[in-house]
């Protein structure tokens, strides 16, 4: 059975880092691209990039590059979502997703969501 | 990369059909047959009910069905049932290895 694990929830004060994660099982990890979504508080859905776990290739959504960072590390089947300095709008819930059955730019298996929580 | 347009609410009764459109541009929509809805029941992850503008993935009733004219994407949901109540959010690829998705539909199952 596929299944991507995130990390649980975080409350984090201005200006914290942040790295949260998504560990992949029951596929050939380094075969397919994740990607992160974000979904603010009552709002839609954002893409936010893809990473390929092979070599670590990174593709950003113009509205996140230099906002965060994506990275993975293939021998323990994780990616990570990293903030080095986080702000109040990016309290929001953070989904991993992949392509496993359909081509990498659908998601057909996601995370139960990372929650967010920055306050002062 | 804008965001792809959607009605922010629809609503049917059990038993009718609804469709939730989805308006890109010559860009997104209109340039790419890999068109995606997804839908998520409140407080759950989105799951994907129907890919390349009108495939649906295994387990997902035939119900649903997908279309595409020009640079706008449709999900009709036929004999809406009180389980079809949800939030439903198309994507589309933009290119460049780039993806965006709809503001999302709130539907309402009277």
């Known amino acids: 059975e596929v299944q991507l694990v995130q990390s649980g929830a975080e409350v984090k004060k201005p200006g914290e880092s942040l790295n949260i994660s998504c560990q992949g099982s029951?596929?050939?990890?380094?075969?397919?691209?994740i990607g992160w979504v974000r979904q603010m508080p009552g709002k839609g859905l954002e893409w936010m990039g893809l990473?390929?776990?092979?070599?670590?290739?990174?593709k950003y959504s113009p509205s996140f590059q230099g906002q965060v960072t994506i990275s993975a590390d293939k021998s323990v089947r994780t990616a990570y979502l990293q903030w080095s300095s986080l702000k109040a709008s990016d309290t929001a819930i953070y989904y991993c997703?992949?392509?496993?059955?359909?081509?990498?730019?659908?998601?057909?298996?996601w995370g139960q969501g990372t929650q967010v929580t920055v306050s002062s | 990369q804008s965001a792809l347009t959607q009605p922010r609410s629809v609503s049917g009764s059990p038993g009718q059909s609804v469709t939730i459109s989805c308006t890109g541009t010559s860009s997104d929509v209109g340039a790419y047959h890999y068109v995606s809805w997804y839908q998520q029941h409140s407080g759950k992850a989105p799951k994907l009910f129907i890919y390349?503008?009108?495939r649906r993935p295994s387990g997902v009733p035939d119900r649903f069905s997908g279309s595409k004219s020009g640079n706008t994407a449709s999900l009709t949901i036929s004999g809406l049932q009180a389980e079809d109540e949800a939030d439903y959010y198309c994507s589309s690829y933009v290119g460049s290895f780039t993806l965006v998705f709809g503001g999302g539909t709130k539907l309402t199952v009277l």
């Open positions: 390349d503008v009108n």
């Open positions: 990473i390929y776990p092979a070599d670590s290739d990174t």
């Open positions: 029951g596929y050939s990890f380094t075969s397919y691209w």
């Open positions: 997703a992949s392509g496993i059955i359909t081509p990498w730019y659908y998601f057909d298996s």
